[in-house]
């Protein structure tokens, strides 16, 4: 069996677990909480990192940050981890999907100003599969109509965009904040886990309190203050010293991940890319100012049929691949919330992505069995 995900040990996991074990401190915003977070800003160019629990934790705090109330709207893909949406309804927002692209199942930017209104008061930009979302576009967009941009960049360490004026730029650095995922299947990964970063400097004294569970206790342990108590809403966002040790290890190789992955992705689209167009399917498309950070490799079939007699006879021979997100404009919970737009392109990537086993320890051999089962298979189903 090859599984669609395997998560794996790197360098150090186990060892610098048992260094935080030995340290006597193991609440969070310890030693490795905080190399990491460093790791992030210094890399990244971010102004301040914070480890959360979860990338649905980073969400949520920056609902908060932003001053998410009842009934201001927030415009995001449909096209989603719900998460990315769930953040925002439970201060009471009201979401506005938008469709995604043609040509790739992130965001469709240029659609974006048409869904602002007078109650819109942010756009949470997703880079799917780590491919960057049109970032000049967005903070145009944004800027004209004083809007916040949160990226999700759950998906999206290690790639950047190319802004017009050719800098490249980290994704998680543009935006006024931005979330990342360390969930076992990311590239780098401790399990569950996640970080918020903020690019605009209004709103770190807050982020930390809230962050703290609305307590100035972090200015306490710096010495800047000889008392902490509650000053504003938070919650328990941070993760154990556990959490940020293994994570701690895996950024230490991180270089080693990523070269590894991206031969995984490379041999994946070698043995597709000319291949698969005669049977209707397509490969992805990285946009000219995005580049690949290898988190997935994802196809898109003909059709629902297709995918789902792909998906079937994988599975039967011992091969793990999924479909990935449905539309949450169409979801059980917020079908009878959304305005009645058709997302069409949402739709179709609903009903046709295939994601391919990815994990750190595919081998290239595996890769190839994988790719000729998968045609082996498309010649099945056309007959």
């Known amino acids: 069996m090859i599984p669609f995900n395997k998560p794996f040990i790197i360098g150090k996991e186990l060892a610098y677990i048992q260094d935080a074990v030995a340290s006597g401190k193991l609440s969070g915003n310890g030693k490795y909480t905080q190399l990491a977070q460093a790791f992030f800003e210094e890399k990244y160019h971010i102004k301040k990192a914070l480890l959360t629990s979860s990338c649905t934790d980073a969400l949520e705090m920056a609902a908060i940050l932003i001053g998410i109330e009842h009934g201001d709207e927030v415009i995001m893909p449909s096209y989603t981890f719900v998460s990315t949406a769930n953040a925002f309804v439970l201060r009471g927002a009201k979401i506005v999907f938008a469709d995604s692209r043609s040509d790739h199942p ?3 930017e240029g659609r974006l100003k048409s ?3 007078e ?6 930009p997703v880079h799917y599969a780590g491919v960057s979302c049109d970032m000049d576009m967005i903070m145009d967009v944004a800027s004209a109509h004083n809007l916040f941009v949160i990226e999700d960049a759950a998906q999206a360490i ?3 965009y190319t802004s017009r004026n050719g800098k490249k730029l980290p994704l998680g650095s543009i935006g006024h904040l931005a979330t990342f995922s360390f969930h076992e299947t990311k590239n780098i990964s401790s399990g569950e886990g996640g970080l918020l970063a903020i690019n605009d400097e209004q709103f770190i004294n807050r982020a930390e309190i809230i962050w703290e569970k609305g307590t100035n206790r972090a200015s306490f342990f710096r010495g800047e203050i000889n008392k902490y108590g509650w000053v504003d809403i938070g919650s328990s966002f941070l993760p154990s010293e556990i959490t940020a040790a293994f994570l701690w290890a895996q950024l230490e190789h991180m270089q080693e991940i990523q070269h590894k992955r991206i031969q995984i992705w490379e041999r994946y689209n070698t043995n597709f890319s000319s291949k698969l167009e005669s049977f209707g399917i397509r490969t992805p498309t990285i ?4 580049d690949n950070n290898a988190h997935m490799y994802y196809i898109i079939a003909n ?3 297709q995918r789902d007699y792909v998906l079937k006879r994988m599975k039967e021979i011992g091969i793990l691949a999924v479909f990935h997100y449905l539309g949450l404009h169409t979801s059980d919970f917020f079908v009878n919330y959304h305005d009645g737009r058709t997302l069409p392109w949402a739709d179709l990537y609903s009903e ?3 994601r391919m086993p990815f994990y750190f320890e595919l081998t290239i051999e595996q890769v190839d069995l994988i790719c000729q089962a998968l045609l082996d298979i498309l010649i099945e189903y056309q007959n």
Request: charged content about 20%; proline content about 4%.
């Open 119 to 124: 109650r819109t008061k942010a756009i949470v």
């Open 158 to 160: 290690e790639s950047s």
């Open 287 to 290: 946009p000219s100012y995005a």
């Open 106 to 108: 992130g965001v469709n």
């Open 303 to 305: 059709d629902e049929s």
């Open 352 to 354: 046709t992505v295939i």
């Open 115 to 117: 869904l602002i209104t």
